[in-house]
């Protein structure tokens, strides 16, 4: 009798060590990036995660190479990122692209409001700062090459934090610069520049360890459901939540909702049924050309495993659950600071 309660506690013992846990570590951008910024702070500032059953640990990063260090370093288990920040992390690290939240907005060739410059063809001869490895770098090199100039010999398109870019233009030390929402119509809002060219294909991406995703699909699932519930929030209550944003941006509130416009769950969702996580063809084509760019560029030796480490089972999972339950944006419970 006492051998066999000892089988049956070692049993439960192994069982329990074995199950899943629901504790979950999550990084978002708290500065300089739309939707994935506003998403990260509904998951941070309501109850939306322990209503999913979650113990969660929701971490502002004011960069995205932060956010790529501490998922590297374990210290998070999903970050909330941009498409060429998951090109760079999964050429490096083994990771898994879950989910989208879509377009975080315009990426834009600006200049200086009283730049001669009419056309990106003018740009002859002058300067173009972007932030390489970021997913400004490969639209900035498309517009040139689109103009019929080629990089470094007709153009010199150079390396400059988004912020000495931004302050580089406005002195006039350089001629454009490619940057990003919000601060494209923050610049328009202000007169200090004016848009060349732009596209609202800022996609975003949502990035998980595998090791996280072997040990926890389940919590996985569950985070994605919060996700989408998330979403539908943000779009519910842009006031409230661009608020909250605002605050570690910066930047005005009615500028994060302009940029943020570009987005269908943003501008669009009017139930859960409209949020669409699942990456498609679109992300799927952007992120292999700038696998691509950044093999021919130098910037990573291999080209990044994009398609092999894109899993779509999760997000489609998890919107089954999401649409089988019921969400009320209204019952959502905001913590208090």
């Not at 629901?22 to 702070?41: C, E, F, K």
């Not at 040139?144 to 406005?170: N, Q, S, W, Y």
């Not at 699942?278 to 992120?287: E, K, V």
Request: net charge positive; charged share 20%.
């Amino acid at each position: 009798m006492k051998n066999f309660l000892m089988v049956v506690i070692l049993a439960v013992f192994c069982s329990a060590a074995g199950s899943e846990s629901n504790h979950i570590r999550i990084g978002y951008p708290s500065a300089g990036a739309l939707i994935n910024g506003q998403v990260g702070t509904v998951l941070a500032n309501t109850d939306i995660l322990e209503k999913n059953g979650l113990d969660a640990e929701v971490t502002p990063f004011l960069y995205g190479s932060q956010m790529q260090e501490a998922l590297l370093a374990g210290k998070i288990d999903i970050a909330l990122t941009s498409e060429a920040n998951f090109v760079n992390i999964t050429a490096k690290f083994p990771c898994k692209l879950i989910a989208t939240l879509g377009s975080a907005g315009r990426i834009a060739i600006m200049v200086r409001a009283d730049s001669p410059v009419k056309k990106i063809s003018d740009l002859k001869g002058k300067t173009v700062t972007t932030v390489f490895g970021t997913s400004a770098h490969y639209p900035a090199v498309q517009w040139v090459l689109k103009a019929g100039l080629i990089p470094d010999k007709d153009v010199k398109v150079v390396h400059m934090a988004a912020a000495e870019g931004r302050a580089a233009l406005v002195k006039g030390d350089v001629e454009a610069i490619v940057i990003w929402d919000p601060f494209v119509e923050d610049f328009v809002r202000k007169k200090a520049a004016r848009v060349l060219d732009s596209n609202p294909s800022f996609l975003t991406t949502t990035v998980a360890s595998s090791e996280f995703l072997k040990n926890n699909p389940e919590a996985a699932v569950n985070f994605l459901v919060a996700l989408n519930q998330a979403a539908l929030y943000m779009a519910k209550n842009h006031a409230l939540v661009n608020g909250w944003i605002s605050k570690t941006m910066g930047v005005p509130a009615e500028i994060i909702d302009k940029g943020s416009s570009y987005n269908a769950a943003y501008s669009k969702a009017k139930q859960l049924k409209d949020i669409k996580l699942a990456p498609g063809p679109d992300l799927m084509t952007r992120l292999e050309q700038i696998a691509d760019f950044n093999l021919k560029s130098g910037l990573l030796k291999e080209k990044s495993p994009v398609k092999e480490n894109t899993d779509v089972t999760f997000a489609k999972t998890a919107r089954e659950k999401a649409l089988a339950g019921k969400f009320a944006p209204a019952g959502v419970s905001v913590k208090e600071k």
